[in-house]
């Protein structure tokens, strides 16, 4: 079906900046919501952002809006998380997912995950 790889982590300071890749195989990629969610150690893993299959409908948390963009690109079938002006609270797993049923995707309505990327800001 769809598999999912994340790509791009590693470690900044605070205020820099990282862009985030998932790519993925299967040739139905481009009519699933993809989202980004993140894990600290200890916490729940939370949405942090999602785009619809046409690329139209973005959806951000409130703790990255303003810094975060998401876009994705069907024809490379990859979708690309840009986080500029980063935080130390910021640090986390980092996972894509992919959801077929709605233009928008939640954390219990998955479908695909991918195995994560750190993310990690130093202060």
């Known amino acids: 079906q769809v598999q999912l790889v994340e790509s791009g982590g590693g470690l900044v300071q605070a205020g820099g900046s990282l862009r985030l890749s998932c790519a993925a195989s299967?040739?139905?990629?481009?009519?699933?919501?993809v989202g980004w969610f993140r894990q600290a150690p200890g916490k729940e893993r939370e949405f942090v952002a999602s785009?619809?299959?046409?690329?139209?409908?973005?959806y951000y948390a409130d703790s990255v809006k303003g810094r975060f963009t998401i876009s994705r690109d069907n024809a490379k079938n990859t979708v690309y998380l840009q986080m500029n002006s980063l935080k130390p609270e910021d640090t986390a797993v980092y996972y894509c997912?992919?959801?077929?049923?709605?233009?928008?995707?939640?954390?219990?309505?998955?479908?695909?995950w991918g195995q994560g990327t750190q993310v990690t800001v130093s202060s």
């Open positions: 785009i619809s299959w046409t690329g139209i409908l973005t």
């Open positions: 997912a992919a959801a077929s049923a709605s233009p928008v995707i939640t954390l219990n309505k998955v479908d695909y």
């Open positions: 299967g040739r139905t990629f481009s009519r699933y919501t």
